[in-house]
């Protein structure tokens, strides 16, 4: 029996709940519109899933089936009990409007006369707007999405000009993150070109005006008004903002995180921290750990709530600038964002390149850093790889994080044999040469490295909504164009700070840990390191197999891989070879090992059986290592296919586009 015949059973039998599940696989199943249109039916008549049937009426629109009636039944079904909550909306936008000083044109169209009607597809600002005169619908959208898709800051000379802006959440951005002309002292408006008044008015059905008409900073100009950008403010309304001096930006006005991510160790991570480091329009700093950052903010709440009144704050933070203190101690309910943006100001260098008399707002430039990152994996009831990984909650949990309302990500990757073969010699440099000796002992490090899949985008992660990866071979050997590509992601204009590295404005910083020497500025050495000392063909076979989507998404070639294929026999011989692996997890923990007393009756144990314990430790380590290697790779040999731990499939960052005219070099494979 068919999908549909199932469902018809059961229908029949009064199984609502059976039958729901099975039209909704008939609706996908079957090819012939009757029986796509009688399954969506079901479904919405009986309270299923609402979006299967919206989107099968759509589909069979689209396709010309009884157009008419398939238009009928999404008016009645969806526009029309959402019809009055649209109009309301729509006439109380005109009246805010007609109000405004900066909006020239005020014949606003009767609601029955606009255009465009927009079908309200879910309970989270989703529509699919139909055009009435084509009777065409257009594909979904959310005005609420948190993406910023364009780069409005690109030229910061002249006030910012956006065309056809119909984002609730962007708008809302240009209000939120460019200054007042009082304040920077010049007139700085952020001028909205509509290129179409019904159009324009259209769209006040589904946004608010209200939050972006604040403070008076925005002008309209309609269609060809276009021609009055920029205006004089002066010679027209009598304002002449040189009169005012360039006022400090405010705690309050810091809204925006540029987060950059640590997908692993040796990534590339100090590279992109000197290219950020002097830009105009950030405040930027070296990583820092996540979890000293917290402490950091918790003491510094403390410590203000102790000094009783403003003038003890002050004494109590002789180091800080008076005037930071001063409004973080009388703001009337500061947040950890607003702490923690203090703390950021407050470090030396933290704002010493910025531009204090920019059009925008500087975005923070924050880079949290980890010891390691670790994903562990599991699989689900259903079967399903579930990754996850602690230090990744930690970031999503963090207040700070959540504290600011436009989010910007962007996540390095190096070559992943490359990046763990430098991790491997920073950890066994690490391990050997400190004091204490333990400070980063070998992990089972080729399982952590195939398991980080960091880059994925979880679909219920805010971090992540507005993300790119961006290799760092690229920005190594073809600078002019990542940079300038990353910029506009990040929406920041291409400055000359980006054409060198440095640390505190100091150009072509060196750093040395551990005696290995970072490769300074645009040196392409790092980008060509095998490491081989430090990992053999079997485990970086193993890394490139276990990872060929990943390669092949971002565009490396393999070089130990050929594309075999590979059975259970053939990969657990790869294991069987982590030999170079094996060689440094038995040199670091025989260090750890060694200090260990063994005690038999309270007695101290003789030499022999001490060292007989302490060989055994040492075997049962690599053993759990060699059993987690199995049971890990049994899991990945069932596909490359991963949820997060509600069962939402994760899907790869999308990569950054480099145009290929400011290509200096071929592109890295």
């Not at 009607?117 to 529509?127: A, E, I, S, W």
């Amino acid at each position: 029996m068919t999908s549909l015949e199932i469902a018809r059973s059961l229908a029949g039998l009064n199984q609502t709940e059976d039958a729901l599940k099975a039209y909704s696989l008939a609706v996908h199943q079957e090819e012939g519109p009757e029986e796509k249109l009688e399954a969506a039916l079901y479904i919405l008549q009986n309270n299923g899933d609402y979006r299967i049937s919206y989107t099968t009426f759509l589909e069979l629109y689209r396709q010309g089936f009884c157009r008419e009636d398939m238009l009928s039944l999404v008016t009645q079904a969806f526009y029309e009990p959402n019809a009055q909550l649209l109009k309301n909306r729509y006439e109380r936008n005109c009246k805010r409007l007609e109000q405004y000083p900066y909006l020239f044109r005020k014949d606003f169209p009767d609601f029955e006369d606009l255009p465009i009607r927009f079908f309200p597809y879910d309970d989270h600002h989703g529509y699919l707007p139909f055009h009435v005169a084509e009777g065409r619908f257009e594909e979904f959208v959310n005005v609420r999405d948190t993406i910023i898709s364009r780069n409005f800051f690109r030229d910061l000379e002249k006030p910012i000009l956006a065309k056809d802006v119909f984002s609730q959440y962007e708008l809302e951005y240009l209000n939120d993150n460019v200054r007042r002309s009082e304040d920077v002292g010049r007139e700085n408006h952020v001028y909205l070109h509509y290129t179409n008044w019904e159009t324009f008015c259209a769209w006040l059905q589904v946004l608010n005006v209200k939050p972006f008409l604040e403070n008076d900073k925005v002008v309209f100009l309609i269609e060809d008004e276009l021609s009055q950008y920029p205006i004089d403010f002066k010679e027209r309304f009598g304002i002449d903002y040189s009169q005012f001096p360039v006022r400090p930006v405010a705690l309050s006005e810091y809204n925006r995180l540029i987060w950059h991510t640590q997908l692993s160790s040796h990534n590339g991570g100090d590279f992109f921290n000197e290219i950020f480091d002097a830009h105009p329009n950030l405040v930027a700093l070296p990583s820092v750990m996540l979890s000293s950052v917290g402490e950091v903010v918790e003491k510094l709440k403390s410590d203000l709530k102790k000094a009783g009144n403003l003038q003890n704050a002050i004494k109590m933070f002789v180091d800080w600038n008076p005037r930071l203190v001063a409004e973080l101690y009388s703001m009337r309910d500061p947040s950890d964002k607003d702490y923690f943006v203090a703390i950021y100001l407050n470090q030396r260098g933290g704002t010493t390149h910025t531009d204090k008399a920019a059009r925008i707002v500087p975005a923070l430039f924050f880079q949290p850093h980890f010891h390691n990152i670790i994903y562990n994996l599991h699989v689900d009831r259903a079967g399903r790889a579930v990754l996850h990984s602690e230090e990744h909650d930690n970031v999503r949990s963090s207040p700070i994080f959540q504290g600011f309302k436009y989010i910007k990500t962007f996540t390095p990757m190096r070559r992943p044999t490359t990046s763990h073969g430098a991790s491997m010699r920073f950890m066994y440099k690490s391990a050997t040469e400190q004091e204490d000796g333990k400070s980063l002992l070998m992990r089972n490090v080729v399982i952590d490295r195939v398991l980080n899949r960091s880059f994925m985008l979880d679909p219920e992660d805010r971090l992540y909504h507005d993300s790119i990866l961006v290799r760092f071979e690229d920005g190594k050997l073809n600078p002019k164009a990542t940079f300038t590509a990353l910029a506009a992601f990040l929406d920041l204009p291409y400055t000359e700070s980006l054409t060198y590295c440095s640390e505190d404005g100091k150009t072509d910083p060196t750093q040395t840990v551990y005696g290995i020497k970072n490769a300074v500025g645009f040196d392409t050495a790092t980008v060509y390191r095998t490491y081989d000392e430090y990992v053999n063909d079997s485990e970086r076979k193993y890394i490139e197999y276990f990872m060929r989507d990943v390669y092949a998404f971002y565009g490396y070639d393999f070089h130990y891989y050929d594309g075999e294929e590979m059975d259970k026999e053939k990969i657990m011989g790869l294991i069987e070879d982590f030999t170079t692996l094996d060689r440094y997890v038995r040199e670091t923990w025989k260090n750890v090992y060694s200090t260990v007393e063994v005690q038999r009756n309270g007695q101290e144990a003789s030499q022999e059986e001490t060292e007989w314990i302490r060989q055994e430790m040492l075997e049962k380590r690599l053993k759990e290592y060699h059993e987690n290697r199995v049971e890990v790779t049994n899991i990945l040999m069932r596909g490359l296919r991963f949820v997060n731990e509600n069962g939402q499939p994760l899907q790869m960052m999308p990569k950054l586009q480099l145009d290929p005219d400011l290509l200096e070099q071929p592109l890295y494979h």
